[in-house]
C-alpha cells in the first residue's frame, strides 16, 4: 500500500472513531462511568450496538487498513466481544 497525503491524518482519524464505539461500549458495558450520569450504569443494548458497528467497520475496511489500524480495530474487538460474553452470560470479570 502507497503512502498518500493525508494518509497520517487519516489514520489518526481512523483510530479516533473506533476509539469513540469502543468508549461507547465500555459506558454500556458498565466499565467505565457514563459521563453524563457520573454513573456505572449497564446498557447492553448500546454496548451491543458499538460492537456491531466495529464489527461492520471490519468487514468493510479489510484489506484497506494499515497494520496499526487493524491491530487496535482487532484487538479493541476483541476485548469488547470477550466482555459482552461476560456480561450476557453473567460471569464475573
Do not use: C, W
Not at 464505539?21 to 462511568?33: D, M, P, Q, Y
Not at 474487538?77 to 460471569?91: F, P
Request: a neutral charge.
Amino acid at each position: 500500500m502507497k503512502t498518500q497525503p493525508g494518509d497520517n491524518q487519516d489514520n489518526v482519524l481512523f483510530i479516533s472513531l473506533i476509539s469513540q464505539f469502543n468508549t461507547s461500549a465500555l459506558i454500556g458495558l458498565g466499565k467505565v462511568e457514563n459521563p453524563v450520569t457520573q454513573k456505572r450504569e449497564k446498557n447492553l443494548e448500546q454496548a451491543k450496538y458499538s460492537i456491531d458497528i466495529l464489527t461492520m467497520l471490519a468487514e468493510k475496511t479489510r484489506g484497506n487498513l494499515n497494520t496499526e489500524e487493524q491491530q487496535v480495530l482487532q484487538k479493541i474487538l476483541t476485548e469488547r466481544r470477550l466482555d459482552y460474553l461476560r456480561e450476557t452470560q453473567g460471569a464475573v470479570g
